[in-house]
């Protein structure tokens, strides 16, 4: 099977995650990523939280599938030429270093487009340019409490609390990902390459655009009705944390199932649809709450949503999450099971979609990452294991069209 991206060039000049996932996500397409990485040292991901001593760990292997791997000191005066060399046959260059640190390297955008007019320069950076913070260095959660996430995550009685989820990294390069593709498209057009950025607040911003929505709502009326503030608690003006409530108009929340005394994720998240109201009634027992006038209408319910969560938590009592699920999706009703990571990596409709995918690793055996999220009908992404540190340094210089001595002194230079 052929894969779109064939033949695109990547330079891979990212770290950690935010970068990484971007890049890795062009090679499960077809693109050629090479990952250049300090001699020695490499991806700082490689030694981080590691499981196995001296094998890489997991926090790289799951970023970097794919890929191929060049050791290169691009502070050296060789390493730079090998850099160059490579720019000019590269259609794209991605970097994810702190502020100024590619132009220190002495590559500006200036210089690179110089080099070659074709490149895409793609970058990720905390901040974007010309922000008041755009010299500050980012992690994804420093991330997640400037993009507006933080401070709307969590119960109203406790303090800002960032998500699991990488909003500020993995999403970040996803972002990155459109806008590689897209100057691609444009460059097939114009002929030109193009420098694309993105932040990583601007990336969190991106995905909390309904509560900014619900900022305005707030400024002209006062109160948010779906909000489990409403109506017996206070709003002030800003927009609260709402704990596990709908972020729409249909209320929902997490409930719990029989045996959440002990086991931490023994909970479904129970949506009441509006339309769903009378199935709803009619799976709980309760057909006299169809037409009674304090729960017919979203209006009529919202003021006591929580005696109606209570009265499900009774229900569920005694059906595990699973079971739970299996009667309510005969009612059409929007729920499911909270799953624990243990779960999902076991389970058995994620493998065969290829979204939990076991890897063969030469140092590690295999490992499970998460494969393409992304499905197409005319490519099924193979996921390979990540590369070893410099592991293709020699095949990507002869390549480059490095003699077998040349590659000798480079090595013996430590610039590879
Ligand atoms: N050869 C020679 N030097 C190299 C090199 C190579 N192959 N690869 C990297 N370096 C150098 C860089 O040039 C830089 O040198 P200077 O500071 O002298 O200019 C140095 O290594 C360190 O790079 P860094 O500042 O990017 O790394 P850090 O660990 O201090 O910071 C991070 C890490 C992530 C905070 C920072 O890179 C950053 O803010 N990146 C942008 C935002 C981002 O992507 N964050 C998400 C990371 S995922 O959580």
């Known amino acids: 099977m ?16 935010a970068g990484p996932a971007c890049t890795q996500l062009l090679a499960w397409f077809g693109a050629d990523v090479i990952k250049v990485e300090r001699p020695g040292s490499g991806d700082v991901t490689r030694s981080q939280l590691r499981d196995i001593p001296d094998a890489d760990a997991l926090y790289f292997t799951m970023l970097n599938s794919n890929k191929r791997s060049l050791t290169l000191d691009t502070k050296t005066p060789e390493g730079k030429e090998v850099l160059e060399k490579l720019v000019k046959e590269s259609d794209v260059l991605v970097e994810n270093f702190a502020p100024g640190a590619l132009d220190r390297m002495g590559f500006t955008w200036e210089r690179l487009s110089e080099l070659n007019p ?32 933080a ?23 996803m972002h ?6 897209t100057a691609l498209i444009g460059r097939g057009q114009t002929g030109r390459g193009q420098k694309v950025a993105v932040s990583m607040q601007d990336s969190v911003i991106n995905l909390c655009r309904v509560k900014l929505r619900d900022q305005q709502r707030l400024d002209r009326v006062g109160y948010l009705e779906e909000y489990p503030q409403y109506p ?6 800003v927009v609260p944390r709402g704990g596990n409530a ?17 086991d931490p994720n023994a909970y479904i998240y129970f949506t009441i649809q509006g339309h769903a109201w009378e199935p ?7 057909p006299e709450w169809i037409d009674d006038p304090n729960y017919a209408t ?32 005969k009612f059409d009703i929007p729920c499911a099971p909270v799953l624990s990571m243990k779960e999902i990596a076991n389970d058995p409709s994620l493998r065969a979609s290829g979204t939990i995918v076991e890897v063969p690793h030469k140092e590690r055996g295999s490992y499970l990452t998460v494969g393409s999220p992304i499905k197409f009908s005319g490519l099924k992404p193979e996921i390979t294991g990540s590369p070893l540190l410099g592991e293709h340094t020699d095949e990507i210089l002869a390549e480059l069209g490095y003699s077998k001595d040349q590659i000798a002194h480079l090595h013996a230079a430590r610039s590879v």
């Open 2 to 17: 052929s894969k779109p991206l064939e033949g695109i060039k990547i330079i891979d000049f990212t770290h950690v995650q």
């Open 118 to 149: 074709k490149l895409i320069v793609a970058s990720v950076k905390g901040f974007s340019d010309g922000h008041h913070y755009d010299d500050l260095k980012v992690y994804e959660n420093v991330a997640q409490c400037a993009g507006g996430a």
């Open 151 to 173: 401070s709307t995550t969590g119960f109203w009685d406790g303090p800002p609390t960032v998500s699991a989820a990488a909003l500020g990294d993995s999403n970040t390069g």
């Open 176 to 181: 990155l990902a459109i806008g590689i593709l």
């Open 232 to 237: 017996h608690g206070e709003f002030t003006d």
């Open 246 to 262: 709908g972020g729409g108009g249909q209320p929902g929340w997490v409930l719990k199932c029989k045996g959440w005394e002990t």
């Open 280 to 286: 709803i009634c009619r799976a709980l027992g309760k």
């Open 298 to 329: 979203p209006q009529a319910r919202q003021p006591h949503i929580f005696d109606i969560f209570a009265t499900i938590e009774e229900w569920l009592a005694d059906k595990t999450k699973y079971e739970a699920v299996d009667i309510l999706r």
